[in-house]
């Protein structure tokens, strides 16, 4: 099964700074890859995903995430935070039927 | 556009009894899922469904069953509840029973307590 690893639970930024998500993946093969979003007292929603089409994946609300084979990472920018980004961020990956998540990064934006 | 509906939102059970949570989805889509969400651990797949009939199990079944008599919904019993079972609940579904070609929609969650 692919194994995705967030860096750091919690992240915290400035209104209007960059926002910087850490996804690294396990796998010997490259995954499908995909980062989702979670407001509160909501389910996910997909932000981006990554299906070898292209490195760099443009997603919805300015995010974009960057695929890079030789590090095993997919991490998610924004370059300027607003304070409707506050929420909870998941990387997932899947070679097949089964959509594995990362343990999630809460992200704070303060004014 | 419902979606995928899950019922009931909130449901607070003793240990040892049982019970169902519901999942339905109007999209008729192939592929659903249910997924645990605890703190820290971020979301584990119990079970998934290819299509109507076939179920199989995922990282944390254990507790757990399923079934899939229609496309249209997949619940989740707990025969006998475990204080360990206390989370919230998400059910997914998407399009294409390959998880790489389309997102998975995901209900508002359940969120079950056992005293």
């Known amino acids: 099964a692919q194994s995705v690893t967030q860096l750091g639970s919690h992240v915290s930024v400035s209104e209007g700074a960059l926002v910087l998500l850490r996804c690294n993946y396990s796998?010997?093969?490259?995954?499908?890859l995909f980062w989702y979003v979670q407001y509160p007292n909501q389910g996910l929603q997909l932000l981006l995903k990554?299906?070898?089409?292209?490195?760099l994946v443009k997603g919805i609300n300015g995010f974009e995430a960057e695929f890079k084979k030789s590090e095993t990472s997919f991490h998610l920018t924004k370059p300027s935070a607003h304070m409707s980004d506050a929420a909870e961020y998941f990387c997932a990956a899947t070679s097949g039927y089964a959509l594995n998540f990362g343990k999630g990064t809460s992200l704070l934006v303060t004014p | 556009n419902a979606g995928v509906t899950q019922t009931p939102k909130f449901q607070v059970l003793k240990t040892g009894q049982s019970m169902t949570l519901q999942c339905a989805q109007d999209?008729?889509?192939?592929?659903m899922s249910w997924y645990r969400q605890d703190p820290g651990m971020g979301l584990r797949l119990i079970h998934y469904s290819v299509g109507a009939g076939i179920t199989d199990q995922g990282e944390v079944p254990n507790g757990y069953n399923v079934s899939r008599s229609t496309t249209e919904d997949f619940p989740l019993r707990l025969l006998s509840a475990a204080p360990s079972q206390t989370s919230v609940y998400f059910c997914a579904s998407s399009y294409s029973t390959w998880t790489a070609n389309s997102p998975l929609h995901f209900g508002n969650g359940t969120r079950l307590t056992v005293t």
């Open positions: 999209m008729n889509h192939e592929y």
């Open positions: 796998s010997s093969v490259p995954p499908y």
């Open positions: 990554y299906t070898s089409a292209a490195t």
